[in-house]
């Protein structure tokens, strides 16, 4: 988004567009907050029952060892914040706990499949993580 930004002033100004390296940090301008955060670079072992950190990220890389349940998706740290997680196994899907544990709104009828990956929006006002596409 930032390199968007960045080149779409240089054709508006008539600049060359300048040199940018690619990065996993991320700015995020909402609410008129700038919010920076981090990437995860490397897929995160998960496993029945465990927690996928959201915490300064846009985008979280999962691996399983085979089909995961009861998985729990960590609180939000600021409203609308958005999360991409991503299933980076090829054979194991990541099915959510119940709503009340797992902090999605679907709770075990969230389903991540295989080699796929899902959006989640924070809302703070029920503590939930909603599917954008459920």
Not at 29 to 48: E, F, H, M, P
Not at 89 to 105: E, L, Q
Not at 112 to 131: E, N, R
């Amino acid at each position: 988004m930032f390199t968007r930004i960045i080149l779409a002033l240089a054709l508006v100004l008539g600049m060359t567009a300048p040199a940018v390296a690619q990065s996993r940090t991320f700015i995020d301008i909402t609410d008129n907050t700038l919010v920076l955060g981090r990437n995860a670079g490397t897929a995160s072992a998960v496993a029945a029952a465990g927690t996928i950190t959201t915490a300064g990220r846009s985008i979280t890389r999962v691996a399983t060892n085979g089909a995961v349940t009861g998985v729990i998706l960590a609180v939000g740290t600021k409203a609308g914040q958005v999360i991409t997680v991503i299933n980076t196994t090829s054979a194991g899907s990541i099915t959510f706990a119940a709503s009340a544990t797992s902090n999605v709104a679907y709770g075990a009828s969230t389903v991540i499949q295989p080699l796929a990956g899902a959006q989640f929006v924070w809302d703070d006002l029920s503590s939930l993580w909603f599917p954008l596409n459920p």
